[in-house]
Structure formats: C-alpha cells, structure tokens
C-alpha cells in the first residue's frame, strides 16, 4: 500500500519504476515536464519510438501509461509539471501564477505519498523536493548520475521530526556553502543533456529500491540511524542501511559514505523550513530571483565573509616578523 512519487520521469525514473514494480509497489505517481524525444526510448525502459512522434507524449503521462500495460493492477498517475527552481527567475506576473501553482501541486503531491524518489537531472530542481520533503518530514531518496559515476542518497528526514538526541543524516545540499543557481545558463543544448554510461540507471535505480525497500521494512523509516552493527539500529530486516552509495563503472567500485545534517543547510535546514512556514510564497520568490537570498538567510553569506577575513588575516602576516 506504499505510496511513491517519482520526481523525474527520464532514464532514472524508468529504471526507478521498473524495480518499484519486481517489489510489488502499486501505488506510483511519476512528475516530469518534458516530452519524449527520439532520443530517449534506447535509454529510457518505459518509452517506446511512437511515443516521440506528433511533438512526443509528455514524459510522465506516458511513463505512467506504460506501467499500467505491464501490469494493469497498478495505480498509476503522470504529472506533467515544471519545478521552479533558484536561478531561474520568475519576473512576469503570469510567469509568478505559474510557478506558485507548480510549487503548490508539488507541495500537495510530496505530502499525500508515503515515499519520493528525486530522480531530476539538475542540481536546482532538487532544491524545492528537498525543501518541502523536509516540511512534512517525508522518506526521500535521491539519485544523481555523472558521466560513469552514480550517487544514492537518503535524506534524514525534517528539521523538527527526529527524535531527541537523534543526529540527523544530510540532505543533497548539505555539503555545499553555496546555494543552487541556474547550472543550465551557460551550457549549449547539447551539454544540457545528461550523458552517461547506460548501465549506470539501472544500478543506480536498483539501489535506490532496495535502499527504500530497507527503510520501509525499519520502525524509524527515514530516521534509521546508519549502522550494520548487531544492536546499532542501523541494521534492518534486509541488511544495512547505509546513508549514501557512491559507485564508479569506471573503477568498478561503490563505497559507502555518512554526512550529518549541515545547520545552516539551504535546504533541509530548520531555518529554511521555518522561514517558508511563515512567509510560504514570498520566500520562494526571494529564491528563485535573489541569488545570495538563501545564503543569507541561513547565515552562510556571514560564514563565508568571516572566511575571506581569515585569511586575509593569515595572508598579511604570513612575511611578517614583527611578532618575534
């Protein structure tokens, strides 16, 4: 009776939704806002070459449409819906309607399933999965793929769900000291693809099952702490359940990675959570258009400038003998 909803109806999304329906998941809802193209059904397992004809089929309806042939028990569901994200500016009015009712459906589809799977190809349309999965405190797994490397990653859970004394894992953006911004600017068309390695999906999309599988199967869910120790907790009826994997086909290798919850997280922090309870539509916006707007507001641009002062700090008396 598990719930999940796809973010991102591509070659991850395919591989995703495949895997979901060997464990018996019936209850599948799969968001993209792209159509098929010509290119896609070599790579892409739900799509077929009469899906990219007349302009292509949107990406999730067809998904969608395709599990249901396969087996025709499963509920499925395709929402055609581009993510507002930061570095994308919103300024027309029109263009503010349209992005505020993106955020309000993906909000609305993020709390009424039990597991998301973000499955995007861009670094800032996680952003805002990531920011409302931490809201309503939701099981998500994250997927990412590079040329011949793939990551999996589970985020801890909401700022304001773990339990007392609980150390929180990270989310995506808690490594970084900068805040997501447009990455597709500067790139030609065909660097806007994401090229990789074809087995990489399918790995990538089987783990992120079996990692969901794990979890499904722990009291705690998004809360099981890391840990293959007999006793630790981290251990669940299917084996351990690590944080993140990270793998390369170029290396033929996959290692096992933890991260806690960063505080001043642009996205998963409890700062930013809050600040979206009580302003909702007006952060967002301040988002998608400032570019230090987040930063600031969790305090990373305070951070970052008393780094620079360091340094300079450390640089003008690195020649000076003055001191002794």
């Known amino acids: 009776e598990t719930s999940c909803l796809l973010v991102g109806a591509g070659t991850l999304g395919c591989a995703v939704a495949r895997t979901l329906l060997g464990w018996g998941f019936r209850r599948i809802t799969l968001l993209d806002g792209g159509t098929v193209s010509y290119s896609n059904p070599v790579r892409q397992s739900l799509f077929e070459f009469e899906d990219c004809k007349d ?34 500016f919103v300024t027309s009015e029109a263009a503010q309607k349209e992005a505020f009712e993106a955020a309000d459906t993906l909000e609305a589809l993020i709390a009424e399933h039990d597991a998301i799977a973000l499955l995007t190809d861009t670094r800032e349309s996680r952003w805002l999965p990531t920011m409302l999965a931490a809201k309503h405190d939701k099981l998500l797994i994250n997927s990412a793929l590079g040329f011949d490397s793939y990551m999996v990653m589970r ?9 007392d004394g609980e150390e929180r894992l990270g989310c995506y953006f808690c490594n970084d000291v900068v805040a997501p911004q447009n990455s597709m600017k500067d790139r030609t068309l065909d660097q806007q693809c994401t090229v990789t390695r074809p087995g990489l999906a399918p790995i990538a999309g089987a783990l992120l099952v079996e990692l969901l599988v794990g979890l499904l199967h722990h009291p705690d869910r ?3 702490p890391v840990g293959a120790a007999e006793g630790s907790g981290g251990l669940g009826k299917l084996g351990e359940l690590p944080h993140q994997v990270r ?9 096992s990675v933890v991260g806690q919850a960063f505080p001043q997280c642009t996205a998963c922090s409890a700062c930013v959570v809050d600040a979206y309870e009580r302003e909702g539509k007006d952060l967002l916006l301040r988002a998608f258009n400032n570019p230090t707007a987040l930063e600031d507001l969790t305090g990373l641009t305070e951070l970052m400038a008393q780094s620079a002062a360091i340094d300079e700090l450390l640089l003008d008396g690195s020649g000076s003998d003055d001191d002794f």
């Open 247 to 255: 793998g390369s086909l170029a290396t033929f290798n996959a290692n």
């Open 55 to 88: 302009g292509g089929k949107p990406k999730a309806e067809a998904a969608a449409a395709a599990l249901k042939r396969i087996f025709p028990g499963t509920q499925t569901r395709g929402v055609q819906l581009n993510i507002p994200m930061p570095g994308h």
């Open 222 to 224: 998004q809360h099981a």
């Open 155 to 163: 985020h801890g859970g909401g700022p304001h769900g773990a339990k």
